[in-house]
């Protein structure tokens, strides 16, 4: 037993922290929350440099081949920031769903754009009778004689403005399963569009008469389910990681506002129902980022066959994702008028927290499949 | 990182020892009710042998040093007698007590050269089984708030006064208990520590009757009791730590007692939960089929998961000798108020049979009725769960003008 991280996890960690002080700031991030797609053409080539987009890459496809736990450590930092940008989106979903459904000419023909950032992989899955099971895919693509044609809308597709390929889930006629087409966002008839609101780079894409081509076809037609989950199992303890890194920082803002705000001669954290929320955020940090370590380490040490990996995928997503909602919450108690101003960082997060909180399954999505695989 | 004990050849060498001599020194016919205070005076007697034969080999307390009757073994030992050990649902030790883990570890780290020579090899080897004396009816969450009373006469310590939820069934040989030695003194600085050998004149036990007995972690502890001391004469040799320094060694036991010391084990109550819903029936099929018991399965299971998961990282930290902070309080936290919320998702997914321990009805040998009572036992020993925030927000450097430090071990 040890639950510490390896040396190069710890370099991996701390060259992460460095690069999001000098590149990815609070001041930073504010700029970026204005634009379409959350990063800068500066920041996302100093990011693909490092390596950020290949680390899930296997070495033969351009990538570094990282473990899970190490692209984890990495990614608490990004979302610590939290960093915007399509960084999950393409670099770990987009990477292990062609990874894990494409042939291996599709592998070769995406993987090391991807891996190097020239490429943008976003997965639009979701519809308007929004769901992560295996029903909630209705699009159609329409066989012809060299491909296809698609029709239809997909929506709260994340990342879906910056991305130069949408993986697009629809039902093919003449298979029963769900199948994944790789579609060129320049493609006529594609056309996204971001949503406002309380969310930050989600949008719709919509698919008028879009024609395709047989090869867009990731693996094989009807058959992309069983891969996307295997994607989903890998991806979602990362989307955790970066959620505890949110969950984090949140904590630590808001444990230092609480020794250096004075209200009635005292800091306000001398005060326990201040401290009350502080505790709180505390246990339910502490409480995603072992659950979602845990998944990690089960993933990473092979343990796919053992009967305790996918409840401990799922007990990851309920609890990290519940946790950083509520992160948020107790900060913005203890924070009160400070807290909703937006240059002070706080909001960053809290928007953060809502826009990742239905992705890839809510916590109540979650909890079903729990039951599922423990088996009652 | 690795969230499992890796298994040396060694280890499964001293496994196979291990099981082997388990499988030939533990009764057959040794009960392990669901509440302890069913434990039989006779099956006592059995558990403290089995906790001297134990003791003789070094397995009572393996990694307390040998020089003191410790077993001396490594922590990967440890574990290796745990897991084996849980297989017949027990604990080390065997019964509830509370000289090795706590009163030990304060005596290991402030006790004179004299005082571990003659007070650990007793504990270490089982010989002698001890209670904490800590809270009395003034003195609960504010502890450092004792009134009992020792006033030094000659060469001893009188001590007069009471002291409440105190040990288990069936009595023991030798207490440990904080005193004030000093009314007028500073707060902290007015408190001693000593261990009182349970035969002295002038001490009286009488039980308490409460709505379960139940303590953390280990074995389960029978009955509590109240201990009245009237000009109780302990040798000033018993006083650990010296005079006014008795705070300093309760941290020591208290850091402990808040958790810090960690767990492997699984909540096997979670599992007797699943097997219990899969065979009660409701309308024709198992409750646990019914969605909206799944929900609170899956409720009670995540609960299970988060305490299982800080108490192994504390174990960890413990014994990979990492800085502590808030996680023994958090662990205890979480343990106390999840055991509260696990309580209710049980009454509401069991209904009545969650309440009776009917044996002619009940299917889970008690233990469903028993956490009813227990969980809400829990909430008290070792710091109420509002004491376990506040001890958090010392150490996250919030609760008071310094940080607090956690408790010095060994």
Redesign the interface.
């Known amino acids: 037993?040890?639950?510490?991280?390896t040396e190069q996890q710890e370099l991996l960690k701390t060259t992460a922290r460095d690069f999001m002080e000098r590149e990815a700031s609070k001041d930073i991030l504010l700029e970026l929350e204005e634009t379409e797609s959350g990063y800068s053409d500066e920041l996302w080539q100093k990011a693909s440099d490092i390596g950020w987009l290949g680390m899930l890459v296997p070495e033969q496809y351009g990538g570094s081949g990282s473990s899970l736990?190490d692209a984890a450590v990495v990614y608490e930092q990004m979302g610590a920031g939290p960093l915007s940008g399509p960084f999950f989106s393409s670099g770990v979903l987009g990477a292990l769903t062609i990874l894990e459904a494409g042939t291996e000419g599709q592998r070769q023909r995406y993987l090391p754009s991807i891996a190097v950032g020239r490429e943008i992989a976003a997965l639009a899955l979701t519809e308007p009778d929004y769901g992560w099971g295996p029903d909630s895919v209705s699009m159609r693509a329409q066989p012809t004689d060299n491909g296809y044609v698609l029709s239809g809308t997909k929506l709260f597709v994340h990342d879906a403005a910056s991305a130069t390929t949408l993986i697009t889930a629809v039902r093919a006629r003449g298979h029963e399963g769900m199948t994944l087409m790789m579609v060129d966002a320049n493609t006529p008839g594609v056309s996204t569009r971001l949503l406002s609101g309380f969310m930050g780079w989600v949008g719709e894409v919509t698919y008028d008469s879009v024609e395709v081509s047989a090869d867009a076809v990731l693996g094989e037609p009807g058959s992309a389910w069983q891969p996307l989950q295997r994607a989903f199992q890998k991806a979602i303890p990362i989307l955790c990681a970066y959620q505890v890194g949110g969950s984090q920082a949140v904590f630590d803002m808001t444990?230092e506002y609480?020794?250096t705000r004075i209200q009635f001669g005292n800091?306000i954290?001398?005060f326990?129902r201040?401290?009350?929320h502080?505790?709180n955020i505390?246990?339910h940090l502490?409480?995603a980022r072992?659950?979602t370590?845990?998944a990690?380490?089960?993933l990473d040490?092979d343990r796919l066959t053992d009967n305790g990996v996918e409840t401990s995928i799922h007990?990851a997503k309920?609890?990290t994702t519940e946790g950083y909602y509520q992160a948020c919450n107790g900060a913005h108690e203890v924070h009160a008028g400070i807290g909703v101003m937006k240059d002070y960082g706080l909001t960053l997060h809290t928007q953060m927290s809502r826009t990742l909180y239905h992705y890839l399954g809510d916590p109540r999505f979650h909890?079903?499949r729990?039951?599922e695989t423990?088996d009652? | 990182m690795d969230f499992e004990p890796r298994y040396t050849e060694e280890q499964q060498t001293f496994r196979t020892e291990v099981r082997d001599w388990l499988k030939d020194n533990v009764p057959d016919d040794l009960a392990n009710p669901a509440d302890s205070a069913d434990t039989t005076y006779d099956d006592y007697l059995q558990y403290r042998a089995l906790g001297r034969d134990l003791g003789e080999k070094g397995w009572l307390w393996p990694t307390a040093p040998t020089e003191y009757g410790g077993g001396g073994l490594t922590i990967d030992h440890a574990i290796v007698l745990d897991e084996e050990l849980d297989e017949y649902s027990l604990s080390l030790p065997p019964y509830y007590d509370s000289g090795g883990r706590l009163g030990g570890a304060s005596i290991l780290v402030w006790g004179d050269d004299d005082q571990k020579e003659r007070f650990l090899p007793p504990i270490f080897k089982g010989e002698v089984r001890t209670w904490q004396l800590l809270t009395e009816p003034n003195a609960g969450s504010d502890l450092a708030g004792v009134q009992i009373s020792a006033v030094r006469d000659g060469d001893d310590y009188v001590i007069n006064g009471q002291k409440i939820f105190v040990g288990s069934s069936h009595g023991a040989e030798q207490y440990w208990t904080i005193t004030c030695t000093d009314p007028d003194g500073d707060r902290h600085q007015n408190l001693s520590w000593f261990i009182v050998p349970a035969e002295t004149p002038g001490l009286t036990v009488v039980p308490m009757d409460l709505l379960i007995a139940g303590g953390e972690g280990g074995a389960g502890t029978g009955h509590k009791n109240t201990i009245f001391f009237d000009n109780v004469r302990v040798p000033a040799s018993n006083l650990i730590g010296g005079e006014n320094n008795g705070w300093q060694v309760a941290t020591t036991h208290l850091e402990l007692e808040h958790g810090s010391g960690g767990t492997i084990r699984r909540n096997r109550l979670v599992d007797r939960l699943f097997d219990y819903a899969r065979e009660l029936k409701r309308d024709g099929q198992p409750i646990s089929k019914d969605p909206e018991v799944q929900e609170l399965l899956v409720d009670v299971f995540v609960e299970a998961e988060i305490s299982r998961l800080f108490g192994l990282r504390n174990y960890w930290m413990r014994h990979a000798h990492q800085k502590l902070a808030h996680e023994g309080p958090q662990s205890s936290y979480y343990r106390k108020t999840s055991g509260l919320r696990m309580g209710e998702a049980i009454l509401k997914i069991l209904g009545p049979y969650a309440l009776t321990d009917d044996p002619k009805w009940d299917k889970s040998d008690s233990h469903m009725e028993v956490f009813q009572r227990s969980s809400i036992v829990a909430l008290h020993p070792g710091g109420t769960a509002e004491i376990q925030k506040v001890i958090m927000s010392r150490r996250l450097g919030i609760g008071r003008q310094v940080r607090e430090q956690a408790g010095r071990l060994a």
């Not at chain 1, 037993?1 to 991280?5: C, E, K």
Request: aromatic content about 10%.
């Open positions: 037993m040890d639950l510490s991280l736990t444990l609480s020794r800091p954290g001398r326990q201040v401290q009350d502080i505790v505390i246990n502490d409480a072992w659950t370590y845990e990690l380490w089960k040490s007990l309920a609890v909890r079903k729990m039951a423990l009652f």
